[in-house]
């Protein structure tokens, strides 16, 4: 089986168009998975771990914005001038898998997935996150609310690859939380991240639908309420809101009635954590 | 520098696993990295249905296949077509009916995994989808005709004690519902078959806990004579219980013999999920009626242990489930009623606790109940009713072992709790872990209780013996045993008796294979008792005629003679040689069989000396929850453990260690989850075990007081560890929750709602 290791962005789009069955692989966390299964049979591969910008972040306090290569691994975000930057998503950095996994697995790979479950989707959903698509003609920018079109699906046209993503920085608290039946390693049973820009509120649910879902309405009603009156009542509000918006289903993980629950307990928790209250 | 004489690795000490460092570096060979000369690699097809009709299977397309060398149905199996532990009644390849999700219905052999896989993929089997059978009550009243020619159910078995008419003024009563649990060992199944060149027999290196028990089932459905069927332990990456049936044996080894080549098969983590029994879901009732002071006057209750599709040992979990009903409690009257039945859910058979597990869910849910409703507190009450040794149990058989059980209630009673949680927490230590869904003020600390009595080696009649042989020369030792070594340390074991009894250091074992007369099964707590007693035994024989020959030698009788440290020394006299001396150009070896002492079968009303002997422990849990979200965190586990007499304390801690986080993962997550007969979580990424960070502080003490039955005073510590801590658990979460909660494990559904 052919494995290309492509140095730089250009080399793997024009191999992508060349071999347009092959299979993308940057930490391999999901892709080897499937493989094992036998859901997948690559016959070639592109590995996208060795080309130098999908390596790179930089934090551009100028413009506020972060960028994120697409095959960092998690382990990157996790501590250190990142997780400073985007606390939410060293948050969720940390509850992916394990160190072995945090190691390998990536955005790039995380969004190729596109998983209800996907960790680091909420917090790039909930941050306004843009994903840089390319293939070898053309280059584009979609915001997250349009990449992840359904459970497991996303824009990215078959010759396109996601070389990163440029997530907004924000002025004010942010964070994640995962409810999983393990107190490490295990896969999102329901998720929330919650992050305040300009006295705003913005909400961002995993596991509970189809895709990640931007809790709209929630925000716009604690917007309107206002930040300075959040009270453990408001934010029990606030959570009940939150649970509406939630569209879970019943699978051998959780049911879709403690799902909505637990989203809605979260929302709660994240916003009182948010005024310190 | 100073030279200190360095412990000799004696009973007492605790010696270091010979394989240790080797697993720890990675290059101990589990049966898995076995390979062969010219080897074919073997796999199963199986059943996507739990229950169907086969009309047809068409082969043709598989046979087409270049690489593929052997393609076998139920057609081609030589001998019986069925196998099993108790009664025989599973098929090797599925012939009429499928009749659980994941039965065998063809294999084939190919020069590569990937060629196996496209081979099983080109086998067209045609079946008629039929309604399955998944509630037990359904397979108990009848109303659906028989999905197996032996019928619906497996074994009822009732006991009937004392005054049925008893009554009590305080009656507590409920039911209570235990899960599916896995064995989950790490190395998945694996065998790999080489047969004879002259075509007459086969060699079989594989993971199993009983080699003698696998080769008389092998031989039969291979209709070879036994001797002709040579089975040699692979290296094996855990058991607990789930090795104890047939799963690939037949299946590598008919291969084998049809392609006259090595063949080798090996099960994935999904596969493993359908390649072997797991722990019997049961729903069991109590109701227990005691008087005001909270001394039990009566029990009654029911079993269902759901067996799924093929009996395994569904038998004998029944029996140690309704004997256990009374668990570690006095009970002067008895009225039980068991049931293990067949439906067309996953098979159910061995797993660590046996049965008692289940009957321990209950029995400790009662006590507590009981506490409640007599306003008496659980340790008390416990102590009121515990068991002593002389008294009469509801199967009518008298207590006989050592039951230190009110030191091992005091011991654990008397550890210390954990300390208050902190104002500001690590994330970590919260329910919830990693996912940091909970603040400080969300959580609320519950304690709990769990005592437990577990039988020791097979029951009802059953002659498990053990053989092993020592070979004594020119002050080394030989020993040669056939027990599995499935990670409990019988292999470090066996080497300390050996230098204890004859004061020898250099201990060898050879190969764990058929070579050599039965030890029985690696299970029910027995090879401590049962093979430690063969080669206790073989030492000693060999020991007599070692002191024979130094008495002869030195005209000394030889009851004068001793052993003291490496020495032979002679007690009266002045004599003192190396055992390594004594025995220089000296061969002696001996062979030593050990039979427990003989138990009955139990009678209609459930009446019988059924059991060799029990072990005690107590459980006391400490947990952490966060209520709303119905995520656990347990804290701290504290228990004293009736051991009998510690033989290597490092082996025990990790028995105890390792039980309490196989019984905390059926507390509060292991579970497999089946609807209508179909699996939905065979992998480790849905079937959660519990990791590092699950896994709470552990006090141990460790009760030793000599059970003067056991050979060398030691009870079997390997079970007891995993029974009483998942109600223990479970009590501390409704003692934190105030919510009455009877089944395990407890998801986080069961406690917010
Ligand atoms: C034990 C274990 C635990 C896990 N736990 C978690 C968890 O807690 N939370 C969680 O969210 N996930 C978890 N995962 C899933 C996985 O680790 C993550 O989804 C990770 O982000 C995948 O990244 P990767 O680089 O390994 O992806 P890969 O496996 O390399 O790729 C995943 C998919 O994305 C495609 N792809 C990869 N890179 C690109 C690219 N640059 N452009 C376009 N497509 C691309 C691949 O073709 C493939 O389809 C776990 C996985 C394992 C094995």
């Known amino acids: ?277 | 520098m100073t030279i200190t004489k360095t412990q000799r690795d004696i009973l007492g000490s605790s010696a270091l696993r010979p394989d240790g460092v080797s697993k720890v570096q990675g290059d101990f060979a589990f049966s898995s990295d076995l390979h062969a000369e010219n080897m074919l690699w073997g796999a199963t097809l199986r059943s996507p249905h739990p229950y169907a009709r086969i009309i047809s299977i068409d082969l043709s397309g598989a046979w087409k296949i270049a690489g593929v060398e052997c393609v076998i149905t139920a057609e081609d199996v030589p001998g019986q077509l069925t196998y099993g532990l108790i009664s025989e009644d599973q098929p090797v390849f599925a012939k009429d009916f499928v009749r659980y999700m994941g039965e065998p219905v063809a294999a084939v052999a190919a020069d590569h995994p990937e060629t196996c896989r496209r081979a099983l993929a080109a086998i067209v089997v045609v079946y008629e989808v039929l309604t399955p059978l998944t509630n037990p009550e359904h397979a108990i009243d009848e109303a659906r005709e028989p999905i197996h020619p032996d019928g619906n159910i497996i074994r009822r078995q009732q006991i009937i004690h004392g005054d049925v008419n008893a009554t009590a003024p305080i009656v507590v009563e409920g039911t209570y519902d235990i899960g599916m649990q896995d064995q989950a060992f790490l190395g998945t199944e694996s065998a790999l078959a080489i047969p004879d060149h002259d075509g007459a027999g086969i060699e079989v290196f594989v993971a199993t806990q009983w080699l003698h028990e696998d080769r008389k089932q092998m031989a039969k459905c291979l209709a070879l004579p036994e001797e002709k069927v040579r089975l040699v332990l692979g290296g094996v990456g855990g058991a607990f219980g789930a090795r104890e049936d047939i799963s690939l044996q037949v299946h590598t080894a008919l291969l084998a013999m049809r392609t006259s080549r090595p063949v080798k098969m090996q099960y994935g983590r999904e596969e493993s999920f359908f390649g072997h029994v797991h722990r019997h879901p049961a729903q069991i009732w109590m109701r227990h009626h005691a008087n005001t002071d909270g001394r039990i006057v009566k029990i009654e209750a029911r079993f269902v242990f759901d067996g799924g599709a093929y009996s395994s040992t569904s038998s004998a979990v029944l029996i140690n489930g309704v004997t256990h009903t009374q668990g570690p409690y006095q009970c002067p009257n008895a009225i039980v009623d068991g049931y293990a039945v067949r439906t067309n859910n996953p098979p159910c058979g061995a797993m660590r606790g046996f049965g008692v597990v289940q009957a321990c869910f209950a029995h400790e849910g009662q006590m507590d109940k009981l506490a409640v409703a007599t306003g008496i507190d659980e340790v008390e009450i416990r102590l009121r009713n515990i068991i002593h040794t002389g008294d009469t149990m509801i199967t009518g058989q008298v207590l006989e072992s050592v039951a230190p059980l009110e030191r091992c209630i005091r011991e654990t009673a008397a550890m210390p709790l954990p300390r208050e949680m902190e104002a500001h927490p690590h994330e970590l230590d919260l329910p919830g872990g990693s996912g940091r869904t909970a603040d400080r003020r969300n959580i609320v600390r519950g304690i709990g209780w769990g005592v437990s009595m577990k039988n020791l080696m097979y029951s009802e009649g059953f002659d498990d013996y053990s053989t092993a042989r020592c070979t004594l020369t020119n002050g080394s030792v030989e020993l040669k045993f056939a027990t599995s070594e499935v990670g409990q340390g019988f292999v470090t074991l066996a080497p300390q008796i050996a230098r204890s009894v004859l004061g020898v250091d250099n201990v060898t074992y050879d190969t764990i294979d058929t070579q050599i007369g039965s030890a029985g099964s690696t299970s029910a707590s027995r090879q401590t008792w049962m093979s430690g007693g063969a080669v206790d035994g073989a030492c000693r024989m060999v020991r007599e005629r070692l002191f024979e020959h130094v008495g002869a030698l030195h005209g000394i009788d030889p009851l004068r003679l001793a052993i003291d440290d490496t020495d032979v020394v002679d007690t009266i006299g002045s004599l003192r040689i190396t055992v390594q001396e004594a025995s220089t150009n000296f061969t002696v070896s001996e062979t030593f069989e050990y039979h427990h002492r003989p138990t009955q079968d139990l009678d209609d009303n459930g009446q019988g000396n059924c059991h060799v002997a029990f072990a005690f422990v107590a459980h006391r849990a400490v947990v952490d929850v966060d209520v709303e979200l119905g995520l656990v965190k347990v804290v701290q586990i504290a228990t004293a453990q009736d051991v009998g007499r510690v033989l290597n304390p490092m082996s025990v801690i990790g028995q105890i260690e390792g039980g309490i986080a196989q019984g905390l993962g059926l507390a509060v997550m292991e579970e497999i989850i089946v609807t209508n007969g179909i699996v939905r979580n065979p992998s480790f990424t849905d079937y959660l075990l519990p990791t590092a960070l699950d896994a709470p502080q552990v006090l141990i003490s460790m009760i030793e007081e000599p059970d003067p039955q056991a050979p060398m005073g030691a009870k079997g510590v390997g079970e007891a560890p995993c029974i009483s801590v998942t109600p223990a658990i479970v009590a501390a979460i409704r003692n934190a929750t105030g919510k009455s909660i009877d089944r395990c494990p407890v998801r986080p559904q069961d406690i917010c709602f």
């Open chain 1, 1 to 277: 089986m052919p494995v290309f290791i492509p140095s730089s962005l250009t080399d793997a789009t024009r191999l992508l168009s060349n071999n347009p069955s092959a299979h993308l692989v940057t930490g391999g966390t999901d892709l080897m998975v499937e493989v094992n299964f036998n859901h997948r049979h690559p016959e070639t591969v592109i590995s996208l771990r060795k080309i130098p910008e999908f390596q790179h972040w930089n934090i551009d306090n100028k413009s506020g914005v972060v960028h994120i290569g697409s095959s960092v691994p998690y382990a990157t975000m996790e501590h250190g001038e990142l997780a400073q930057a985007l606390p939410a998503l060293a948050e969720a950095a940390r509850t992916v898998g394990s160190p072995q996994i945090r190691a390998a697995g990536s955005l790039g790979g995380n969004l190729g997935t596109c998983s209800p479950a996907g960790d680091s989707l909420p917090v790039l959903s909930a941050l306004n996150a843009i994903v840089h698509l390319h293939s070898e003609t053309t280059s584009r920018s979609v915001p997250f609310a349009e990449f992840m079109v359904g459970p497991k699906r996303n824009s990215r046209l078959p010759n396109e690859i996601i070389s990163g993503v440029t997530i907004p920085l924000t002025n004010g608290w942010q964070g994640y939380a995962k409810v999983g039946v393990r107190n490490a390693m295990v896969i999102s049973v329901a998720s929330v991240c919650l992050a305040i820009h300009d006295g705003n509120v913005r909400v961002a649910l995993g596991s509970v639908g189809p895709t990640i879902i931007r809790g709209s309405e929630s925000e716009a009603w604690i917007n309107s309420v206002g930040l300075e009156n959040v009270t453990p009542s408001v934010a029990q509000e606030f959570g009940e809101r939150v649970r509406a918006e939630s569209r879970p289903i019943d699978d051998h993980r959780s049911t879709a009635e403690y799902r909505r629950h637990a989203v809605g307990v979260l929302a709660t928790r994240l916003l009182l954590r948010g005024v310190q209250r």
